[in-house]
């Protein structure tokens, strides 16, 4: 993939709002990409953080070499038809607002909204670890935890435009409290957010966050070893699990929680391969995904692009 959009060329605006950053870019057909930009996922309401995602488009709008397309967005949560965001326990207050309807209007082009879970499975299966699979699961590690999945081509829609809260699913019952409502979620326990918080909570410090646990679990820090290592045992039974209700060819990690380093992911694959029921684990492989951190900027202009994979 290309660091910058090839001049001439059609390109998108591609906007992808998290739980903590919202990050945007043009991005063209073949994922090349120019202007990126990011700032805190936050705002008085809905409409008033619209103003600053128009404000950067039109930005991006006046420096493009090219024509612009449209604008894509990917956002954390569930997606209505329409383009509206219609839950997100963590970012309640974007929650019921008509986000292609704003962009659209405001921009005069195009608007395309899905949730950032399926742009990230896109990403993953057209420029990186899913390439060549019939049946591709992709688990996306932020401030929440995503799943979406491709098969054969398209990709899976069971609940609310997605794949429902897969990230939600139970893998410790006794687990921590989780921001749906339930305990013991993958989410509560492999976000980069939640693991950010743990890991500063046994430093006892307010500053320290999922950035500090990777760099320091890298230079040996035990805790900070001993944490991650705790967590690829959780991934471990989130993708065991999920694997036997979806039977993926391949398992792909991918966000924040793909940075996570080696002994992370060597937990992460032998607590799947433990957990693992024969028939899953002799179909599916769990990889660590190739796109890195603009997956889902790649993934939302992808879902523009290429609108029969959707």
């Given amino acids: 993939m290309a660091n910058s959009s090839s001049k001439g060329e059609a390109s998108v605006i591609a906007v992808d709002i998290g739980g903590g950053t919202t990050k945007l870019a043009l991005i063209g057909r073949q994922g090349e990409m120019g202007g990126w930009q990011s700032f805190p996922t936050a705002g008085a309401s809905g409409t008033a953080f619209l103003k600053t995602v128009v404000a950067a488009c039109r930005g991006l709008q006046a420096h493009a070499t090219g024509p612009v397309s449209g604008v894509s967005v990917a956002v954390a949560g569930f997606v209505s038809s329409e383009g509206v965001l219609d839950y997100n326990p963590n970012l309640p207050w974007l929650e019921r ?21 399926n742009a990230a499975c896109l990403a993953e299966y057209l420029f990186g670890e899913g390439r060549g699979s019939s049946r591709f699961l992709c688990i996306t590690g932020g401030t929440g935890l995503g799943v ?29 409290a989780c921001s749906c409502g339930g305990c013991g979620c993958a989410e509560a326990l492999l976000s980069t957010a939640a693991l950010g918080t743990r890991y500063a909570d046994s430093r006892g410090a307010e500053d320290m966050g999922f950035r500090s646990l990777v760099e320091d679990a890298h230079i040996g ?20 699990s999920l694997a036997s209700i979806f039977l993926p060819g391949r398992i792909a990690i991918a966000g924040g929680l793909s940075q996570a380093g080696d002994a992370f992911f060597r937990a992460a694959q032998t607590s799947f391969r433990a957990h693992g029921g024969s028939l899953p684990l002799s179909l599916a ?6 796109t890195g951190e603009h997956a889902t ?14």
């Fill in 148 to 176: 979406g999945m491709v098969v054969e081509g398209k990709l899976l829609r069971i609940a609310h435009n997605c794949m429902g809260d897969a990230g939600h699913i139970i893998v410790s019952p006794d687990g921590p």
């Fill in 97 to 117: 607002t008509p986000i292609a309807a704003v962009l659209g209007e405001a921009l005069s082009l195009p608007a395309y909204v899905d949730a950032d879970s």
């Fill in 297 to 310: 900027l790649l993934g939302a202009a992808a879902g523009f692009f290429s609108p029969e994979l959707r």
């Fill in 285 to 290: 492989s769990l990889v660590r995904a190739s």
């Fill in 221 to 240: 820090v035990p805790t900070a070893c001993d944490l991650l290592e705790d967590a690829g045992y959780w991934l471990g039974i989130t993708a065991a």
